[in-house]
């Protein structure tokens, strides 16, 4: 146990984690140059598109450090607010953690979060500026930056560079001298937690765990606490590259098990896994079921699809437990599924691996957070759909989620971000520098405010300089309001939204604005209607349409006249029948599209 260290990396997106990681592991030898790909930890194809880190994974190193050999386990956490709760995980299966700064970009937001987070596990932190080799780096301010939140001398800050190498062995090195190792008792009951799990199509799920006490065998019979259910320890194993097959993991190592587990439901995060025969009295603490935050109703573009669709979401779900969905219908999209996600880039996420891996082709509702209803009858009712809204006239009050956020700016954008705070319906409640050039601002706002453009825009009004991350704080009231939107007096129930009542006029006039874009003319007017209630807000209309668009076809090419046609068969299927008018697939996201 003296021989191993267990550690994480902490960083805010784009500091350098996932290039410095590799670097680890080529310097390690874990990699031969030929397995060498980049951002090898990044191995879902959608994270490595999109750079970032969705799932967290555990990797195991070996290194000769002063004649003896050290087992260096890294476990990898995602860097993203809505996969938060498994950053607290893997945290937790740690005794130190590299915090990587970016030189050129100093402390962001979530380096704050997670590093709050490590602290509270009480890590030993071992401070990394990344990216030396830009010659904008200024080693300097950040440094000081650093020595201010957390107190450890300019000594004890590396300097590297996953891009050149630099500084590598000296992170190696660091991590031996400074990570305590584990302590634990082998001898004692097994107690060991899992921090995350994998799905692999031909063996179920392997579940990443790291043992405090006692030894997990081959073969053993297992139960996982939280959910009480047993199993044989078929597989057990250390995460190279590859997984690779071991008899026995024993107290403070990170190991993986298969069980035979097909569903990811069974396996959660935070979990204890133990012995039937000689379970441990010691839970680890810190269990929690993760919420979906955001809502939203996904459709299938062709009817019959409906089945498949199900399908497809019962299998993403076998891999992603926080993906939640039941069935519903709406009388514009049909029958579909109401889904619940983390956030905004965990739908986007599911969105397009339903696209990808299934080649369904779906239509996503505007996504709403959760509301609940306290009625006067003295009911409370949660509300996932606007649809479901209850009669004005029963609701007593209406509460919606709330979030503590933490933006951290330089000081020339202050003023800007607190406007758009506030116009978000934020209220301050804190305002630190930390430094003379950079400010930290704890705002609360409603989270309806802020999953959807909240974050472009601060990227806008601060030019990029401004980062930003947030945890829920529970339910405040507020005074809400259905907003209800009509194509010729037909209500579009997929387009209903809940909005600040304040707020229901601009957002109103804006849906039927877009709308008049995205809606083509058809042979006859359209009238688009915003209403709260029975009162009319906004109107807008599609003029009708004069000429067959085949007309001009006449006579001539007749290729060209099926092709058109073609054309637009295929744009219907992407078209929804509301009352007698055609809407296009983009318009039910208008919403997301308003500036
Ligand atoms: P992560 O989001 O923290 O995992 O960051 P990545 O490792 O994906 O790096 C983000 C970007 O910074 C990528 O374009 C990298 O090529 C680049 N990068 C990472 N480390 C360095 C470095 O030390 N120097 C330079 N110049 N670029 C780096
Ligand atoms: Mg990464």
Not at 51 to 65: C, E, L, P, R, V
Not at 195 to 201: A, L, Q, T
Not at 269 to 282: E, S
């Amino acid at each position: 146990m003296k021989n191993i260290r267990n550690f994480c990396i902490i960083a805010h997106i784009d500091h350098g984690k996932s290039t410095l990681a590799d670097r680890l592991l080529q310097e390690t030898k874990t990699v031969t140059e030929r397995e060498m790909q980049e951002q090898l930890l990044d191995d879902m194809d959608l994270e490595r598109e999109r750079g970032i880190t969705i799932k967290s994974h555990a990797i195991q190193m070996n290194y000769d450090f002063n004649g003896e050999t050290y087992k260096l386990n890294l476990i990898d956490t995602p860097g993203h607010v809505d996969f938060s709760y498994e950053v607290s995980r893997s945290i937790a299966a740690c005794e130190g953690a590299l915090l990587i700064v970016d030189a050129t970009q100093g402390i962001q937001a979530q380096t704050i979060s997670n590093l709050y987070l490590a602290l509270e596990h009480d890590l030993e932190i071992i401070p990394v500026l990344n990216k030396m080799d830009l010659p904008s780096a200024m080693p300097e301010e950040v440094a000081d930056q650093i020595v201010d939140l957390i107190g450890c001398e300019y000594e004890d800050i590396l300097k590297a560079s996953g891009k050149t190498g630099e500084g590598v062995l000296d992170v190696l090195n660091a991590i031996i001298k400074r990570v305590p190792a584990p302590e634990g008792d082998p001898s004692e009951p097994l107690q060991a937690m899992i921090f995350d799990s994998v799905f692999n199509p031909y063996r179920g799920i392997e579940a990443y765990f790291r043992v405090y006490n006692g030894e997990l065998k081959k073969g053993d019979k297992v139960k996982f606490v939280n959910t009480g259910k047993q199993y044989d320890a078929d597989e057990i194993g250390v995460l190279k590259l590859k997984p690779e097959a071991k008899d026995k993991i024993s107290a403070g190592d990170v190991g993986y098990i298969i069980s035979g587990i097909k569903v990811a439901k069974e396996v959660k995060v935070g979990d204890t896994i133990t012995h039937v025969d000689r379970p441990t009295n010691k839970i680890v603490k810190g269990f929690e079921d993760v919420k979906p935050m955001v809502f939203a109703g996904i459709y299938p573009v062709n009817t019959d699809e409906y089945e498949e669709l199900r399908e497809s979401l019962e299998k993403l779900q076998l891999n992603d437990a926080s993906l939640t969905f039941e069935p519903e219908s709406s009388a514009a999209l049909g029958f579909g599924f109401r889904c619940g996600f983390l956030g905004m880039l965990h739908m986007e996420i599911i969105q397009e691996r339903l696209e990808r891996e299934f080649d369904m082709t779906v239509i996503t509702t505007v996504p709403n957070v959760s509301y609940m209803a306290h009625l006067k009858s003295g009911e409370e009712q949660a509300i996932t759909n606007p649809s479901d809204f209850p009669d004005p006239a029963d609701i007593d009050y209406i509460e919606e989620p709330f979030i503590s956020a933490q933006i951290i700016t330089k000081a020339d954008f202050v003023g800007q971000v607190m406007n758009l705070c506030i116009e978000k319906r934020g209220i301050m409640k804190n305002q630190t520098y930390l430094t003379q050039d950079r400010v930290e601002i704890i705002f609360e706002l409603p989270l309806a405010e802020i999953v959807f453009d909240f974050y472009d825009r601060l990227k806008t009004v601060s030019k990029g300089y401004a980062s930003f991350d947030y945890y829920p704080i529970g339910l405040h009231a507020s005074n809400l309001v259905k907003l209800d939107i009509l194509l010729n007096g037909d209500q579009v129930d997929a387009l209903s939204a809940l909005i600040h009542k304040d707020n229901a006029f601009t957002l109103g006039k804006k849906i039927c604005a877009k709308l008049r874009e995205l809606i083509p003319r058809q042979q006859f007017e359209i009238a688009i209607q915003a209403a709260v209630g029975s009162k009319i807000i906004a109107r807008e209309t599609v003029r009708a349409l004069r000429k067959d668009v085949t007309a001009k076809c006449y006579g001539g090419d007749i290729s060209r006249k099926r092709k058109l046609l073609e054309k637009q068969k295929k744009g219907k299927k992407k078209m929804r029948q509301v009352g007698n008018v055609e809407v296009p697939q983009s318009a039910f996201m208008a919403v997301l599209q308003l500036d």
